[in-house]
């Protein structure tokens, strides 16, 4: 069964960092491109960004460029997002997804982890 | 980027009725166009992908249509279970963008 794990999320003060961390399981890890989508309270769903099967090629949301950076461990099976320079409009519950690339869709989703930038 | 425009954004029905929501993109995304349903408080899940290819396991009663920029997901007779919010999704390029979305409830 294919699962993916987030964790990482919290409060953070407007200016600081964060890293998410997701857990995936069940699956060749290696094999799959990986998205971080993202949905603010009451919102809807916000493509954030996605990294290519061997880290190769990243791409990103015009609003987190800059600050956000996507990286992978296959060795580990794990996805990272690093936020930085946080601001209250980031605020969202993260969810790490597995992506078949190449113009395919979303296929599994994790629950997500919940971020709040607020002093 | 290319915008997900979804119409309407909320919609009542009844179970049983046959439904249509319509996505309409900025340019065109040939059929790199994908549907998801979530549910509160759960992750999305994804329905039709590549504008008309059901995903294994999500009921015939869902199907989608459409190429270029404009794009339909149909369900042709509402159960209980299919009242939730539903996004439609562009994979043609980066940013992959959604629709706000179209709450669909129960009249």
């Known amino acids: 069964e294919v699962q993916l794990v987030e964790s990482g999320g919290g409060l953070v003060q407007p200016g600081g960092s964060l890293r998410l961390s997701c857990a995936a399981s069940?699956?060749?890890?290696?094999?799959?491109?990986m998205s971080w989508v993202r949905q603010a309270p009451g919102k809807g769903l916000e493509w954030v960004a996605n990294?290519?099967?061997?880290?190769?090629?990243?791409y990103y949301m015009d609003s987190v460029k800059g600050r956000f950076t996507i990286s992978r461990d296959n060795a580990n099976n794990s996805l990272y997002l690093q936020m930085n320079s946080l601001r209250a409009e980031d605020t969202a519950v993260y969810h790490c997804?597995?992506?078949?690339?190449?113009?395919?869709?979303?296929?599994?989703w994790g629950q997500g982890t919940l971020v709040t930038v607020s002093s | 980027d290319i915008q997900m425009t979804q119409s309407p954004s909320s919609l009542s029905a009844s179970v049983g009725d046959r439904v249509t929501i319509t996505c309409r993109a900025s340019?065109?995304?040939?059929?790199?166009l994908n549907w998801y349903q979530q549910k509160p408080g759960k992750a999305p899940k994804l329905l039709i992908y590549?504008?008309?290819s059901l995903q294994s396991g999500v009921p015939s009663r869902f199907s989608g249509s459409g190429s270029g920029i404009d794009f339909t997901l149909s369900i042709s007779s509402l159960q209980p279970e299919d009242f939730a919010t539903y996004y439609c999704?562009?994979?043609?390029?980066?940013?992959?963008?959604f629709g706000q979305g179209t709450k669909l409830e129960i009249k």
């Open positions: 997804a597995r992506d078949l690339g190449s113009g395919y869709p979303i296929d599994c």
């Open positions: 069940g699956f060749t890890f290696s094999s799959y491109w």
């Open positions: 990294i290519k099967r061997d880290g190769s090629e990243k």
């Open positions: 340019q065109s995304i040939n059929s790199y």
């Open positions: 590549v504008a008309s």
């Open positions: 999704q562009q994979s043609y390029s980066t940013p992959h963008t």
